[in-house]
């Protein structure tokens, strides 16, 4: 609308204002979009790296396990078949996150890196102090795994195109492998329900697991979408509430079964596991 005062008509200053908000509205929404994007970016990131500190606790808690071993020079009944599965689940979840099969992943390759470096010093020791079948056997599992895994490298890079692709199919083997692993735990909650007793699963680590699950959960939910860190950490986290669970009816029933079921669920040799999630607490 113009109007006409004594002279030249001119527009009134509410309609520069209405057409300087219909030009900038655009500009309002992309700024709006670039926001939400950092923040949600940040926020994903920050839920990374306490998943990283989570995981690595989880990755350190054989620790004490395996100083037992150095310090009685002897591996005993000790059994290294969960660590050398984990070193298959973290080289292929170092290879799943990688820029060419999925970008944005840079946190799941630092725990699972740290990871891979730690289970390779866990096998170290237990190489040291076995007899040589046990060694035997550990170089062959180990070879094994190296050919496997290099064959599915190979085969990815050259036979699959695009991070798309790419990512379906070794983001469905990482998922593979830890299902495989959340399952090991299985044979712990039986014995708790069979025993009616909790010696043999740790509070601390049971929680740390429920933990560790949930972050990761909430790290995938966040955008980007991640899939397969979603499936098998989903998964994780409801393993560790059942566990949890568990604790919670039978922890009044620990002091009652503890010196009665001594002679019952004493291991033979001198070293007590616990396998949680495909790792071995004392």
Not at 25 to 35: A, K, M, Q, T, V
């Amino acid at each position: 609308m113009f109007v006409c005062v004594s002279g030249p008509c001119f527009q009134p200053p509410h309609a520069f204002c209405y057409l300087s908000l219909s030009l900038s509205s655009p500009f309002c929404c992309i700024n709006f979009l670039c926001r939400k994007m950092v923040t949600a970016k940040i926020a994903r990131y920050v839920v990374g790296i306490i998943g990283n500190i989570i995981s690595f606790g989880l990755f350190f808690s054989p620790a004490p396990t395996f100083y037992g071993i150095v310090k009685k020079k002897a591996v005993e009944e000790f059994k290294p078949d969960p660590y050398i599965a984990t070193v298959l689940n973290c080289a292929f979840w170092v290879f799943y996150g990688m820029p060419f099969v999925h970008p944005n992943s840079i946190l799941v390759v630092t725990i699972n890196g740290v990871g891979l470096v730690i289970e390779f010093v866990y096998l170290t020791i237990y190489y040291i102090y076995a007899t040589n079948k046990g060694r035997k056997k550990l170089m062959i599992f180990l070879l094994i795994e190296a050919i496997f895994f290099a064959a599915v490298v190979v085969i990815t890079m050259l036979a699959v195109h695009g991070t798309n692709r790419r990512s379906l199919v070794v983001g469905i083997l990482c998922d593979i492998f830890n299902v495989m692993m959340y399952a090991s735990p299985l044979t712990v909650m039986a014995k708790v329900i069979k025993t009616k007793s909790v010696k043999y699963m740790p509070f601390w680590l049971s929680l740390t697991n429920f933990l560790n699950g949930v972050c990761w959960t909430t790290y995938a939910l966040i955008h980007p979408l991640d899939i397969y860190v979603l499936i098998s950490n989903c998964i994780g986290a409801i393993s560790g509430l059942v566990q949890l669970i568990l604790y919670a009816c039978y922890c009044s029933c620990k002091s009652e079964n503890e010196n009665d079921g001594d002679q019952d669920l004493k291991p033979s040799g001198g070293i007590q596991f616990s396998n949680v999630n495909g790792r071995d607490a004392v």
